[in-house]
């Protein structure tokens, strides 16, 4: 059985803001989030995830991750943390090469009985290589999400049109 893809929302960057979020998340279904462009204006900036409760980031420690960094100039590492305030999705982003891209899957967001978790597939272009992460994190606390916030670790605003898409797979 062949899945669909059912537009939710999106948010599109203009240039001003050091957060990006997309909400919507409403139902028990896997969702994916598309993520396209994804710079701000700082070289080598990392880039953070955290979950949405009614539309607002749960900055609280409660955030754990496992994936593997993959690189075009040296070894693949795997990379992991627990009781985070975020979830690292891109490693230093260059704003000269097109940003970050790729996808998330979310999983359980909607169920208040269970932790939020995601799965990623997101290459990147940094200062001199190719490189991505391939994993996934959770938010460790039961209770529903409906969205994503991303965000950089040196507080620099998105470049226009930075964007990430949200859809339900029904």
């Known amino acids: 059985m062949s899945a669909s893809l059912v537009y939710v929302n999106k948010a599109v960057a203009d240039g001003s803001s050091a957060t990006l979020k997309v909400t919507g998340i409403d ?9 396209f462009g994804i ?3 700082n070289s ?7 979950v949405t409760k009614s539309g607002t980031a749960d900055t609280t420690s409660n955030y754990d991750r496992a994936y593997i960094n993959l690189s075009s100039i040296s070894a693949v590492a795997g990379r992991r943390y627990v009781d985070g305030t975020g979830s690292r ?6 704003n ?7 996808f998330m899957y979310l999983y359980n967001y909607n169920n208040s009985s269970e932790y939020s978790f995601w799965t990623l597939d997101l290459p990147t272009t940094v200062s001199n290589q190719l490189a991505g992460q391939v994993g996934g994190g959770m938010h460790t606390v039961a209770s529903a999400s409906d ?3 991303i965000y950089g670790s040196l507080s620099g605003t998105f ?11 029904v």
Do not use: C, H, P
């Open 159 to 169: 470049q226009s049109g930075a964007s990430l898409y949200l859809y339900k797979l």
């Open 44 to 50: 080598n900036e990392t880039i953070n995830m955290r």
């Open 147 to 149: 969205g994503i916030e």
């Open 89 to 94: 999705i891109f490693e230093n982003v260059w």
């Open 39 to 41: 710079m701000t204006n």
């Open 27 to 35: 139902s028990d279904d896997v969702y994916l989030v598309n993520l």
């Open 96 to 102: 000269l090469y097109g940003g970050g891209a790729g």
